[in-house]
């Protein structure tokens, strides 16, 4: 049956742009002569909407991008805005409206990807990290700013309600997975309240789940693992904070921040979910045609992924296999590296 995919693209600023172009050629390029086709619509944010027109993201934006099945973002940020106006006021602001409550952070160990272990062994797991609670709900403040008496709060918030939804995600994807293990990463020896909530929460769906073997590792201890045993871990599931740092990480011992997929999903489809690399905007070489557009393409894959579209997802992730064994360590601008996944996805 042909299908329409209506995808909202924000390709924001820096190597933004430049990335989400070669997004959108590998897109093209996997569903060309199939009977899905998709209706791009652009939406001007970031630095420069911000410079001309002082807006981040209007009620009418989020309205209009809502009505949209995706969202393909390539990032935001520059040095001429103040830091956290786009950050919070755009992309927080996106995740928390459109409940994007479960982060969804791939990471995979290629073959022949250069890593910072000596011997990783084979790398496969996902993190799912609540996107919605936490320390980064903005329940806080600050009193008597810049005196000796300064107060400044910054409040975990972590509901049943909330716990229990990213939770049932990360079995359910657990139990697609073929190792069908899920870690639970938290730190309930001292943060007792919110860590207690997850435990209970982790053993009572677990009762669901009979085939899904769970461990549990203390955020502290999650860090060595990943370093020294990165291969034991399946799915991880964990809170907004711990998942924002051990992210980075897990991207860091797979290949950088180059091929760093995610997306921050709506699993009930209420809302449009939304795809991106891990990376920022990286001024420092926008314009240059230096942007590995590698981790956006994969983010391609994610999008399709969770469209319904699991065979079109593969052929993208297959083509980045197959491109990274090929590499021989000379340089390509960012489109040849987009015209190389192209062909091979088409091919
Ligand atoms: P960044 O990820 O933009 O850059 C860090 C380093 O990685 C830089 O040296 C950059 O050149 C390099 N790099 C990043 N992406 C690359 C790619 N695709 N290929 C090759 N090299 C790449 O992080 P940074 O510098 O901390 O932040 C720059 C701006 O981006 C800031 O305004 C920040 O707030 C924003 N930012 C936005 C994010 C988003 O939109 N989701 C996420 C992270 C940062
Ligand atoms: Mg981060």
């Given at each position: 049956m042909a299908r329409t995919i209506r995808l909202a693209v924000i390709a924001g600023d820096g190597i933004g742009p430049e990335v989400?172009?070669?997004?959108?050629?590998?897109?093209?390029?996997?569903?060309?002569?199939?009977?899905?086709?998709?209706?791009?619509?652009?939406?001007?944010?970031?630095?420069?909407?911000?410079?001309?027109?002082?807006?981040?993201?209007?009620?009418?934006?989020?309205?209009?991008?809502s009505t949209h099945d995706a969202i393909l973002l390539g990032a935001v940020g520059d040095p001429t805005v103040p830091s956290g106006v786009l950050e919070r006021g755009l992309l927080l602001k996106l995740r928390f409206a459109l409940d994007h409550y479960v982060n969804l952070r791939p990471s995979v160990l290629y073959p022949g990807v250069p890593t910072p272990l000596a011997n990783p062994g084979d790398v496969d797991f996902v993190v799912v990290r609540e996107g919605t609670e936490g320390p980064y709900t903005g329940n806080g403040g600050a009193l008597r700013v810049g005196t000796p008496h300064e107060i400044a709060t910054e409040v975990s918030v972590n509901t049943a309600f909330g716990v229990e939804r990213v939770v049932r995600d990360a079995f359910a994807r657990a139990q697609a997975r073929p190792r069908k293990k899920l870690t639970?990463?938290?730190?309930?020896?001292?943060?007792?309240?919110?860590?207690?909530?997850?435990?209970?929460?982790?053993?009572?769906?677990?009762?669901?789940?009979?085939?899904?073997?769970?461990?549990?590792?203390?955020?502290?201890?999650?860090?060595?693992?990943?370093?020294?045993?990165?291969?034991?871990?399946?799915?991880?599931?964990?809170?907004?904070?711990?998942?924002?740092?051990?992210?980075?990480?897990?991207?860091?011992?797979?290949?950088?921040?180059?091929?760093?997929?995610?997306?921050?999903?709506?699993?009930?489809?209420?809302?449009?979910?939304?795809?991106?690399?891990v990376h920022g905007s990286a001024p420092d070489i926008a314009g240059k045609s230096l942007a590995d557009p590698t981790a956006t393409v994969l983010s391609v894959a994610l999008l399709l992924e969770h469209l319904g579209l699991p065979e079109q997802a593969q052929r993208i992730s297959n083509a980045v296999t197959s491109d990274i064994v090929?590499?021989?360590?000379?340089?390509?601008?960012?489109?040849?590296?987009?015209?190389?996944?192209?062909?091979?996805?088409?091919?």
């Amino acid at each position: 049956m042909a299908r329409t995919i209506r995808l909202a693209v924000i390709a924001g600023d820096g190597i933004g742009p430049e990335v989400v172009a070669e997004g959108i050629k590998v897109l093209d390029a996997v569903l060309a002569g199939s009977d899905v086709s998709v209706e791009r619509t652009e939406f001007e944010l970031g630095a420069k909407r911000w410079h001309d027109t002082g807006e981040t993201l209007t009620d009418e934006d989020l309205a209009a991008i809502s009505t949209h099945d995706a969202i393909l973002l390539g990032a935001v940020g520059d040095p001429t805005v103040p830091s956290g106006v786009l950050e919070r006021g755009l992309l927080l602001k996106l995740r928390f409206a459109l409940d994007h409550y479960v982060n969804l952070r791939p990471s995979v160990l290629y073959p022949g990807v250069p890593t910072p272990l000596a011997n990783p062994g084979d790398v496969d797991f996902v993190v799912v990290r609540e996107g919605t609670e936490g320390p980064y709900t903005g329940n806080g403040g600050a009193l008597r700013v810049g005196t000796p008496h300064e107060i400044a709060t910054e409040v975990s918030v972590n509901t049943a309600f909330g716990v229990e939804r990213v939770v049932r995600d990360a079995f359910a994807r657990a139990q697609a997975r073929p190792r069908k293990k899920l870690t639970l990463v938290h730190k309930h020896n001292v943060l007792v309240n919110a860590g207690h909530l997850w435990r209970r929460t982790v053993d009572a769906v677990a009762e669901e789940f009979p085939e899904i073997t769970v461990d549990y590792a203390h955020v502290d201890a999650a860090t060595i693992y990943m370093v020294t045993d990165p291969a034991r871990f399946d799915v991880i599931v964990t809170d907004n904070l711990f998942g924002d740092i051990i992210t980075d990480l897990a991207a860091a011992i797979t290949g950088g921040i180059g091929l760093a997929a995610s997306g921050n999903v709506n699993p009930d489809g209420a809302f449009p979910s939304m795809f991106e690399p891990v990376h920022g905007s990286a001024p420092d070489i926008a314009g240059k045609s230096l942007a590995d557009p590698t981790a956006t393409v994969l983010s391609v894959a994610l999008l399709l992924e969770h469209l319904g579209l699991p065979e079109q997802a593969q052929r993208i992730s297959n083509a980045v296999t197959s491109d990274i064994v090929s590499r021989d360590g000379s340089a390509r601008s960012t489109v040849e590296i987009g015209d190389a996944l192209a062909a091979r996805v088409a091919g």
